[in-house]
């Protein structure tokens, strides 16, 4: 399934506060999600598969590396947890990285919110507008992502504008 989305991901220093201004506006929790994400050494873009106990995907995406709500272009692919799936990607492409994370997962409407703990580099929250059946603009979605950029009063240093990944594989200067 392809998707357009606008996202940002912000470094704070806890959680709780995000989540509880989150709360004040009545999101859907989806739930408390351990995921551990493999990207693999794609030659195009990026290439993750995701294994949590919510959310399982094989995503194929291509983003904007800038420190703003930025775009992203996803190919999303659900699938039942497999093992040989995983094994066939690490055989054919071999591993890039690997990223451990718990995440909380919200929803308002199509914006998804993540309050993630990663390990290895601390607490972040992301917010995703996101649009499957092409009913909004890239301008819509972005304009969706800075009215929460707005709400949480998120200051422009604790913008990331690197992936989890890219942080992992030393991009130290954006943790």
Known sequence: MKIKNCEFKAK?????????????LGPEFIGT???????????????????????NALIDYSREDLPDS????????PHAPSEALKHILIRQLGIKV???KKRKIYFIGNVKFHFDEVDGLGSFIEVEATDAENK??????????????RYFKIRKEQIRQFSYSDMLLGFPEFR
Do not use: M, W
């Open 136 to 149: 909004f603009s890239y301008d819509e979605l972005k304009e969706q992502c800075d009215h929460y950029y």
């Open 70 to 77: 930025k775009r992203s272009d996803v190919i999303l692919y």
């Open 98 to 100: 690997v990223v451990d």
């Open 33 to 55: 999600d351990h995921q551990v994400d493999t990207y693999f050494s794609a030659p195009t873009g990026r290439l993750k598969l995701r294994e949590g106990n919510i959310e």
């Open 12 to 24: 704070v220093g806890s959680i709780e506060q995000y989540e509880a201004l989150l709360l004040k």
